[in-house]
């Protein structure tokens, strides 16, 4: 069982956790990941580890509320425990060497864009992070990337925050003002970093995106989070979740996240169902 410390919202469908788990905190690195499961009757899904303390012993996961797990994992609270809580897991980022680098962060993806930038930042590279949101209201972790980073960009699709637009917008301003980046990041929905990579190879820029796809084992033995990059197939549990960006089969990947679409949204109202219920009748 692995208790939680701390839980604090960052907006109406996302969760920070900070969680005891000392064995993990002692090997984790930035881009490697962790899978739960909530209690007996949950399934494994896996989270990004969000940050971790090797002091303390915990880790910080982030969570959007999308479905029955992060719903289940939501019901808990601080002093509450996690079932099952496994990792670290996946390739550690291969960050070492590089001088100038933007880490773009979509939505949800900047849970997985701050450790990135905060390991880049503290190996003394400057850096630069552009993140995007569709409003103000679903920005999170503004301070944390304000705080490992050379220059922080945030822009919303609505233009709700002051400063409109896509992260490909503010990312070719400043490639075409000279940033002289020897490596982008980008982590968040496909489209987004299908995006990103389209207009870094555009200008002849390494490009590195973080794969999260169906995962269940997380150890390479079940296949489901298999993709096709540079031709080959590989496992994003364990081959990854990094991958060169210009080489991944994006087409496919999209195609693949949408295999269980209608089944997750019926288990997920399912869910919340019963959870109604039991509020009616507590």
Same mark, same amino acid.
């Given at each position: 069982?692995?208790?939680?410390?701390?839980?604090?919202?960052?907006?109406?469908?996302?969760?920070?956790?900070?969680? $005891?788990?000392?064995?993990?905190?002692?090997?984790?690195?930035?881009?490697?990941?962790?899978?739960?499961?909530?209690?007996?009757?949950?399934?494994?899904?896996?989270?990004?580890?969000?940050?971790?303390?090797?002091?303390?012993?915990?880790?910080?996961?982030?969570?959007?509320?999308? +479905?029955?797990?992060?719903?289940?994992?939501?019901?808990?609270?601080?002093? $509450?425990?996690?079932? $099952?809580?496994?990792?670290?897991?996946?390739?550690?980022?291969?960050?070492?060497?590089?001088?100038?680098?933007?880490?773009?962060?979509? *939505?949800?993806?900047?849970?997985?864009?701050?450790?990135?930038?905060?390991?880049?930042?503290?190996?003394?590279?400057?850096?630069?992070?552009?993140?995007?949101?569709?409003?103000?209201?679903?920005?999170?972790?503004?301070?944390?990337?304000?705080?490992?980073?050379?220059?922080?960009?945030?822009?919303?699709?609505?233009?709700?925050?002051?400063?409109?637009?896509?992260?490909?917008?503010?990312?070719?301003?400043?490639?075409?003002? +000279?940033?002289?980046?020897?490596?982008?990041?980008?982590?968040?929905?496909?489209?987004?970093?299908?995006?990103?990579?389209?207009?870094?190879?555009?200008?002849?820029?390494?490009?590195?995106?973080?794969?999260?796809?169906?995962?269940? $084992?997380?150890? *390479?033995?079940?296949?489901?989070?298999?993709?096709?990059?540079?031709?080959?197939?590989?496992?994003?549990?364990?081959?990854?979740?990094?991958?060169?960006?210009?080489?991944?089969?994006?087409?496919?990947?999209?195609?693949?996240?949408?295999?269980?679409?209608?089944?997750?949204?019926?288990?997920?109202?399912?869910?919340?169902?019963?959870?109604?219920?039991?509020?009616?009748?507590?």
């Amino acid at each position: 069982m692995f208790k939680i410390i701390e839980k604090r919202k960052l907006n109406d469908s996302m969760t920070k956790m900070v969680v $005891d788990a000392p064995f993990i905190a002692k090997k984790a690195n930035a881009g490697q990941f962790i899978i739960l499961r909530v209690n007996e009757f949950g399934e494994r899904i896996p989270l990004t580890i969000a940050d971790y303390d090797r002091e303390k012993g915990t880790v910080s996961i982030i969570y959007q509320i999308v +479905g029955k797990t992060t719903m289940a994992l939501d019901q808990l609270n601080e002093g $509450d425990a996690i079932l $099952d809580f496994i990792g670290p897991l996946g390739k550690a980022s291969e960050l070492e060497g590089y001088k100038k680098v933007a880490v773009i962060g979509g *939505g949800a993806g900047c849970a997985i864009a701050y450790p990135q930038a905060k390991a880049l930042h503290q190996m003394g590279a400057k850096v630069d992070v552009i993140a995007g949101f569709r409003n103000k209201d679903l920005i999170i972790l503004e301070e944390e990337m304000g705080a490992v980073s050379d220059h922080l960009v945030i822009t919303t699709d609505d233009g709700s925050n002051g400063n409109k637009g896509f992260v490909t917008d503010a990312l070719r301003k400043n490639i075409e003002d +000279g940033a002289g980046y020897d490596l982008v990041i980008a982590i968040g929905p496909l489209v987004m970093m299908r995006a990103v990579c389209n207009l870094t190879k555009e200008f002849g820029i390494k490009t590195i995106i973080s794969m999260n796809p169906i995962m269940i $084992d997380g150890t *390479g033995m079940c296949g489901g989070c298999r993709l096709t990059v540079g031709g080959k197939t590989k496992f994003a549990c364990v081959d990854g979740p990094d991958f060169d960006g210009h080489e991944v089969d994006f087409d496919e990947a999209i195609k693949r996240t949408r295999t269980y679409f209608d089944l997750e949204r019926e288990s997920a109202r399912e869910y919340n169902c019963r959870l109604m219920e039991g509020a009616k009748n507590a």
